[in-house]
């Protein structure tokens, strides 16, 4: 990877991407060198309800399995999935479900219903297990939705909670440009950031920033599965993060130290990608799940919609520009310059 190094100040945009698919607000971090080997208390464990596959030791390296799978994703002229999303905090789940679509020309629309929270309990335990079929709630029970499109120059994301609507929009040539003026901002990154370079651009991200254990081959429903497992890398953990020297967990229960990617053998498409959260108490080498999301009914290079990448905000509803917002955040200015018109 030859990503530029970014501002280590925008920790508050990786929060917001891991909010769903790394596609709703924000970013991953930017790109580190990964030097430490991953944390065996994660890499060792196998995936619940799957099966170990007795030959191992000849399987690729982690970073050869990702490149693959973000070179079959770039290979396609399109992909749409059902995408459905379980989050885990504090003992409480919170599901949302919908549909991904992305297309050549950085074209990409996630619509997801988001529904109430419930406490987490064994049967959700069972109905996340990777060889199940996820479960989504009533449609009449979701209390809002979000819906962000991408048609390559404007992005659009709407969020309604009940009756209320809020509509932003980001123009991308300006941010892309904005980005190439600032030496220490990698500018590729910025699809990513926006949450337009679709999967790909996650993949990519996640070999920039973490260290990968051994992968580990798994039998899920009679297909191979490549189970592929990282953590942040050193530098990453110090700068992003600010965590001390001697450091792993982080505090804050929304903060991640782990990845975990699975990937079909045969297809080299992912199946599912999970965030995990170690036990605050370091001494216990145990992590749990904290954002896992699934991909099923993958249909690559099928008949799309162009009309799916074009967007007219509701009837009524304010727009936010925030181009300018997000420009001054890549330049590291967060307040707006002030206009010549502006009392000094």
Not at 29 to 41: F, G, M
Not at 216 to 229: F, G, M, P, Y
Not at 291 to 300: A, G, P
Request: glycine residues 4%; charged residues 25%; negative net charge.
């Amino acid at each position: 990877m030859n990503h530029k190094q970014q501002n280590p100040s925008r920790l508050n945009s990786l929060s917001r991407q891991l909010t769903v698919l790394a596609l709703l607000c924000g970013s991953l971090i930017p790109s580190a060198s990964a030097q430490n080997a991953a944390d065996p208390a994660v890499a060792t464990q196998p995936a619940a309800g799957s099966a170990p596959s007795a030959a191992t030791t000849d399987l690729p390296a982690a970073d050869q399995i990702l490149s693959q799978l973000r070179e079959r994703l770039e290979s396609l002229e399109n992909l749409q999935c059902d995408l459905h999303q379980t989050a885990l905090i504090n003992g409480v789940s919170i599901v949302s479900a919908g549909r991904y679509a992305e297309a050549s020309g950085n074209r990409v629309r996630l619509q997801l219903m988001l529904f109430p929270t419930a406490p987490f309990t064994v049967q959700t335990k069972e109905d996340t297990r990777l060889e199940a079929d996820p479960k989504t709630p009533a449609e009449e029970s979701a209390r809002g939705s979000l819906l962000q499109v991408s048609d390559g120059t404007v992005l659009h994301t709407e969020w309604k909670n009940g009756a209320a609507v809020q509509v932003t929009r980001r123009t991308i040539a300006d941010i892309l440009a904005a980005a190439e003026s600032v030496e220490d901002y990698a500018a590729s990154a910025v699809l990513a950031d926006l949450g337009v370079g679709g999967m790909r651009a996650l993949i990519a991200r996640l070999q920039d920033t973490m260290t990968f254990a051994p992968v580990k081959e798994l039998t899920v429903n009679d297909r191979q599965i490549l189970q592929v497992t990282g953590r942040w890398s050193d530098r990453v953990r110090k700068e992003i993060f600010q965590l001390p020297e001697d450091g792993f967990v982080d505090s804050r229960p929304w903060v991640p130290e782990y990845v975990q990617v699975f990937v079909d053998a045969e297809t080299k498409l992912p199946r599912r990608i999970q965030f995990l959260k170690h036990s605050l108490n370091p001494s216990q080498k145990i992590a749990r799940p904290l954002l896992t999301l699934d991909l099923r009914k993958i249909e690559i290079n099928g008949q799309i919609d162009d009309q799916l990448f074009s967007y007219r905000p509701p009837e009524g509803a304010a727009e936010e520009d925030q181009t300018e917002a997000v420009i001054r955040s890549i330049k590291g200015d967060p307040q707006p310059a002030a206009s010549p018109a502006d009392p000094q």
